[in-house]
Structure formats: structure tokens, C-alpha cells
């Protein structure tokens, strides 16, 4: 089955830039998406499509790919992004989640 | 705006069907394009996708859980139903009931507040 790559955990001070990688077979060839989730709530998409940022989502989000990995980025790290961050792609039609990333704003 | 809201016992026992509805509010659940999916969360862990059905009622499911699962949809009362047989511990989770969109490809623009389901005797 397929898989998806993330570090478990980053680690960055305030205003700093986050980035959090994403790696899985092939994964430059699909399109990848990513979602945020705070303690205690559901997760919300902040990428889909790769690149595309959906309305009301601030611009300090944004992400890439490169090869087999895609990369979230959050510049100007703030406490409210202490999250897990989970990329997500489709691979023969199922829905594949990676293990997600939690992200300490210190 | 859409609106999903899950719905469902909290408690099933082992070896028994668990059962959820996701009531959809806001929008039409046969509305071209869209998709709606269920995805899991077991207690500490990470996001499970489970399956969707379509606008057009095809489904697609996980195929970890495929022969456990039945994704239905009831139009006249807008809701998705997710029916899981033979339940164990393992699927003790919060189940998240999401609307996928996006044309190109699939993303859950629009997610319920989750249900919690423990599985124990």
C-alpha cells in the first residue's frame, strides 16, 4: 500500500519559518494536500492541489513539491500554529494520509 | 455555508456493526462533484482515510477495511451513512464525516466536528 513520509515533530521559535516535509513514491505525479489540526479539533485544508490556498487561509502558508517529496511552509511561525500537520494524497483511488507533524511554537 | 454533523452511538460492542450518519446542512449531498468521505482518528494517532461515496454514488473504500464497510447515502434527509461490521478495539476512534471537493483532484474542504466511537463490552 502507499505511503507517506513526515518528521514526526519540528521544533521553531517565534517568527521563524516552518517547513515540513512530505515524501512518498511518485508523489511529484499526484497531487498532494495538506491539513492542519489543532488539540481537540477536527482538521482544516490550508493547501490543496499542490500549490492552491484555499480562500481565508493567510498567505504566510503556502507549499511546494520537488521530486518525491512536497514541502508545507509557514512563515512567521506564531503560537496559534502549535499543530499536527498531515499531508494527504490519492494513490489507486484511496485516500492516504501521512502520519502528520507536530509543530512547537516555542 | 455546509454544515456536517456527525451522529451515532458512542459505544459498540466487539464483533458487533458500529453505525454513523453525518447529517449534511447547507448544501445538497447530490450536488455534482462532490465527494463524501469518512476519515478516522484513533485516540493519539494520526488521520485514517476510510472511503467516500460520490454525487453519483459510487464508492470507494480503504482497502484495509473494504470488507467491513458500507458507505450509503439517504437523500431525502441529506445524510451519509457509514455502517462498519465486525468491530475490535482497533476501531475504537473519532470518526470525521468530510466533504470533498476540488474538481482536479479531491480535497475535504469542509470537515464535521467528529464522533467519538469506543469499542468494549
Known amino acids: 500500500s502507499y505511503e507517506l513520509t513526515q518528521p514526526p515533530s519540528v521544533s521553531v521559535s517565534p517568527g521563524q519559518t516552518i517547513n515540513i516535509t512530505c515524501s512518498g513514491e511518485?508523489?511529484?505525479?499526484?497531487?498532494s494536500s495538506w491539513y492542519q489540526q489543532r488539540p481537540g479539533q477536527a482538521p482544516i485544508v490550508l493547501i490543496y492541489?499542490?500549490?492552491q490556498r484555499p480562500s481565508g487561509v493567510p498567505k504566510r502558508f503556502s507549499a511546494s513539491v520537488s521530486g518525491n517529496t512536497a514541502t508545507l511552509t509557514i512563515a512567521g511561525a506564531q503560537a496559534a500554529d502549535e499543530a499536527d500537520y498531515y499531508c494527504q494524497t490519492w494513490a489507486s483511488n484511496s485516500g492516504v494520509f501521512g502520519p502528520g507533524t507536530w509543530v512547537t511554537v516555542l | 455555508q455546509v454544515q456536517l454533523q456527525e451522529s451515532g452511538p458512542g459505544l459498540v460492542k466487539p464483533s458487533e456493526t458500529l453505525s454513523l450518519t453525518c447529517t449534511v446542512s447547507g448544501d445538497s449531498i447530490s450536488s455534482v462533484a462532490y465527494y463524501w468521505n469518512w476519515v478516522r482518528q484513533p485516540p493519539g494517532k494520526g488521520l485514517e482515510w476510510i472511503g467516500y461515496i460520490s454525487y453519483s454514488g459510487t464508492t470507494y473504500y480503504s482497502p484495509s477495511l473494504k470488507s467491513r464497510i458500507t458507505i450509503s447515502t439517504d437523500m431525502s434527509n441529506n445524510q451519509v451513512s457509514l455502517r462498519l461490521n465486525s468491530v475490535t478495539a482497533a476501531d475504537t476512534a473519532v470518526y470525521y464525516c468530510?466533504?470533498?471537493?476540488?474538481?482536479?483532484?479531491?480535497?475535504?474542504?469542509?470537515w464535521g466536528q467528529g464522533a467519538l466511537v469506543t469499542v468494549s463490552s
Open positions: 492541489q499542490d500549490t
Open positions: 468530510a466533504r470533498g471537493g476540488g474538481g482536479v483532484v479531491i480535497f475535504f474542504d469542509t
Open positions: 511518485k508523489l511529484g505525479q499526484k497531487y
